[in-house]
């Protein structure tokens, strides 16, 4: 076990931590005592500042970069998480994307449903009973199917994030065998997130009527109930909202 683990610590990843809500999310989960591992793609000065962060304020981190897309570095972050700790007690799926500029058509889909897939599936044996799996997603996209007015060019990645969220809730039989939790955290558009300061550049109408709807959750709103769906007792497949609750009284809650 790495020197900087304790035997009594969780043990958290959380995916695409070098920046907005996954890099705040790893912050709250280090001072509620837990050692967080920072997942990064390319941004490693990044999340290594994010670590930096935890452990001036008390807490343990370590980084560990992978593109969760490439199965190969899926596997290796597994064996250096078996290495570092021997489990891994809550893995947080908040790497997301498809609106990058060179991102081909199918890219989407690979990152939101497959790469998730294939994440989970390969960090499920690292994770002890009561273990628990949570998947970050969108309003926009967990009620695509009952509303599509979202900011243009962004329905597919919302269809890609949807299409993650039944591909995995379709595993909960499996994680379940094993003891292992699963939750959702769906939030309406993030203030102060790099993609809601692009969104008012390109598409100011989308932002404004969500800001009509009511006041935008902040980062660390969001963060907090991620934090909360990755520890507290909860029925298995609970979708947590935060914000937007005209999306709620659409009828859509059951889902
Ligand atoms: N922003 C919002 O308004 C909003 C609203 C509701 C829900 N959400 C959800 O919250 C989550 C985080 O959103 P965000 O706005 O904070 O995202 P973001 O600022 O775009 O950050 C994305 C993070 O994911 C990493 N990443 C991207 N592709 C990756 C890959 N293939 N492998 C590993 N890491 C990868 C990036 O790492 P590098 O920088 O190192 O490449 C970065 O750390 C997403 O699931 C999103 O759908 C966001």
Redesign the pocket.
Known sequence: MDSTVRRDQRIVLV????????AEAAAQFGAAGAHVVV?????RK??ENVVDGIVAAGGSASVLG????DPAAVETMVEEIGRMSGRLDTLVL????GLERDADPGYALR?NRD?QVNLATAMLPLMPEGGRIVF???HQ?HFIHENDNVPSGYAPIARS?RAGEDALRALIPEFRSRGVGFTVVS????DG????RLLERRDPDSVESRRAAGPLPTVEDFARVIVAAGTEAVADGHTYFVGGDDYLAAGALTR
Do not use: P
């Open positions: 995916t695409g931590a070098s920046r907005g809500i996954g997942n990064f793609r390319e941004k990044r999340a992978a593109d969760v897309c908040n790497a997301s994307g990152l790469a970050v997603t969108s996209a994030k939030g309406d558009m993030i997130t790099i993609i809601v």
